[in-house]
């Protein structure tokens, strides 16, 4: 069982405990799915989590605000127990984050609907030659009557090609680089969008290229104001940055907990390996790194709660410090396993997978690390 006392911290609040205790006797019923066909085991979970009462914290009514502390509590929790089925979660709360945030009456429509796992949300940011660097958006959004026409192509898009709505941003002009982008709420339906390519990835998920060619949008499609879209964008990585730790932190507890079953149940030389001091001290190192990425992570979120209107330091620490960790401590946890380590089916060769694309997606280590940079420097 993984290790729940940060439960008692400062920054956590009866239904915050609460939260995480139902959702704890949710998992141990329901996860790991079988992961054999992506599609319908994330249909699956986002129905499921949805009936459960769980996605109602993806989003925010209008009259309600996130809670970031819910959101990280519920990405680690799942994360721990499949990743597959963090994944299914997250998509619904990134993929609606815009409408959340700055959505119309209208648009939060279909926030009722992610909310109550009724349909799949995406978050379409980036391109094949705009990733991180996001002023270098080229799909073109230009004013046609009553609404848009989108033309370009979106790649790495999660949920890509089982997406009931995505949320795109296109270039619509109104100054250079990124001051230049704008959101739009886009039907999986609308004519002119299909799916150009799935990707395969190390962790499989739904994953796809998207071609617009020509996809016509009213004006009720745009969230918030034109030329806005790259600040939209920002404020929505801001809060569920923090998230992505979440899931790292999710991963690495669980590692952490494999790794301990392992060297108690193992024996060397008539010892269990538990009792060498090398691997206590790969087992301090781990549980340093827990609880370091924990602290961090519940910071960013507590922060946002509290009402800061910007945490972009905060949750740039975050993602990276977590992410980042998680990939050492489960590193080491497989290490600690030998070759069953790399066995395909044994829990920590699955994590080893899962966590790679963190350090990627919503902004890389690299990237992180200039924010956090440029923060100082001011």
Same mark, same amino acid.
């Given at each position: 069982?993984?290790?729940?006392?940060?439960?008692?911290?400062?920054?956590?609040?009866?239904?915050?405990?609460?939260?995480?205790?139902?959702?704890?006797?949710?998992?141990?019923?329901?996860?790991?799915?079988?992961?054999?066909?992506?599609?319908?085991?994330?249909?699956?979970?986002?129905?499921?989590?949805?009936?459960?009462?769980?996605?109602?914290?993806?989003?925010?009514?209008?009259?309600?605000?996130?809670?970031?502390?819910?959101?990280?509590?519920?990405?680690?929790?799942?994360?721990?127990?499949?990743?597959?089925?963090?994944?299914?979660?997250?998509?619904?709360?990134?993929?609606?984050?815009?409408?959340?945030?700055?959505?119309?009456?209208?648009?939060?429509?279909?926030?009722?609907?992610?909310?109550?796992?009724?349909?799949?949300?995406?978050? &379409?940011?980036?391109?094949?030659?705009?990733?991180?660097?996001?002023?270098?958006?080229?799909?073109?959004?230009?004013?046609?009557?009553?609404?848009?026409? =989108?033309?370009?192509?979106?790649?790495?898009?999660?949920?890509?090609?089982?997406?009931? =709505?995505?949320?795109?941003?296109?270039?619509?002009?109104?100054?250079?680089?990124?001051?230049?982008?704008?959101?739009?709420?886009?039907?999986?339906?609308?004519?002119?969008?299909?799916?150009?390519?799935?990707?395969?990835?190390?962790?499989?998920?739904?994953?796809?290229?998207?071609?617009?060619?020509?996809?016509?949008?009213?004006?009720?499609?745009?969230?918030?104001?034109?030329?806005?879209?790259?600040?939209?964008?920002?404020?929505?990585?801001?809060?569920?940055?923090?998230?992505?730790?979440?899931? &790292?932190?999710?991963?690495?507890?669980?590692?952490?907990?494999?790794?301990?079953?392992?060297?108690?149940?193992?024996?060397?030389?008539?010892?269990?390996?538990?009792?060498?001091?090398?691997?206590?001290?790969?087992?301090?190192?781990? &549980?340093?790194?827990?609880?370091? &990425?924990?602290?961090?992570?519940?910071?960013?979120?507590?922060?946002?709660?509290?009402?800061?209107?910007?945490?972009?330091?905060?949750?740039?620490?975050?993602?990276?410090?977590?992410?980042?960790?998680?990939?050492?401590?489960?590193?080491?946890?497989?290490?600690?396993?030998?070759?069953?380590?790399?066995?395909?089916?044994?829990?920590?060769?699955?994590?080893?997978?899962?966590?790679?694309?963190?350090?990627?997606?919503?902004?890389?280590?690299?990237?992180?690390?200039?924010?956090?940079?440029?923060?100082?420097?001011?």
């Amino acid at each position: 069982m993984a290790d729940r006392s940060f439960l008692d911290w400062p920054f956590f609040e009866a239904r915050h405990r609460e939260l995480s205790a139902a959702l704890e006797e949710w998992c141990a019923g329901h996860l790991p799915v079988h992961h054999g066909d992506v599609d319908t085991a994330c249909r699956d979970l986002v129905a499921a989590l949805g009936s459960a009462g769980f996605l109602r914290h993806s989003g925010a009514a209008e009259d309600e605000r996130l809670d970031v502390r819910s959101l990280c509590l519920i990405r680690e929790t799942l994360a721990r127990h499949d990743a597959l089925a963090d994944f299914a979660f997250a998509m619904q709360g990134l993929g609606m984050g815009a409408v959340s945030l700055f959505g119309t009456p209208g648009q939060r429509e279909w926030l009722d609907k992610t909310r109550a796992g009724r349909a799949i949300s995406a978050f &379409a940011l980036t391109e094949p030659d705009s990733g991180s660097d996001v002023a270098n958006t080229a799909t073109l959004a230009q004013r046609a009557d009553g609404g848009w026409r =989108l033309t370009g192509e979106k790649t790495y898009i999660s949920n890509g090609g089982i997406a009931d =709505l995505y949320v795109v941003f296109a270039r619509t002009g109104e100054a250079p680089g990124a001051r230049g982008l704008s959101a739009f709420l886009m039907p999986a339906d609308s004519p002119g969008l299909s799916v150009a390519e799935r990707i395969e990835v190390i962790a499989p998920h739904p994953l796809a290229r998207l071609k617009l060619d020509g996809v016509f949008l009213p004006d009720t499609a745009l969230i918030g104001k034109a030329g806005e879209g790259f600040k939209l964008a920002m404020s929505v990585l801001d809060v569920f940055r923090p998230t992505v730790g979440a899931a &790292a932190l999710g991963m690495a507890r669980r590692a952490l907990d494999e790794a301990l079953a392992r060297v108690k149940s193992r024996r060397i030389q008539g010892q269990p390996l538990a009792s060498l001091q090398m691997v206590q001290g790969h087992l301090a190192d781990m &549980a340093l790194k827990i609880d370091a &990425a924990a602290l961090l992570v519940y910071r960013a979120a507590w922060t946002k709660d509290q009402g800061a209107p910007r945490i972009t330091r905060e949750a740039a620490m975050a993602k990276l410090y977590a992410t980042e960790s998680a990939q050492q401590v489960i590193d080491a946890a497989l290490q600690l396993h030998g070759g069953d380590g790399v066995r395909k089916g044994c829990p920590v060769e699955s994590l080893y997978r899962d966590i790679r694309a963190l350090r990627i997606y919503e902004g890389a280590s690299d990237v992180q690390r200039v924010v956090i940079a440029r923060s100082v420097l001011e």
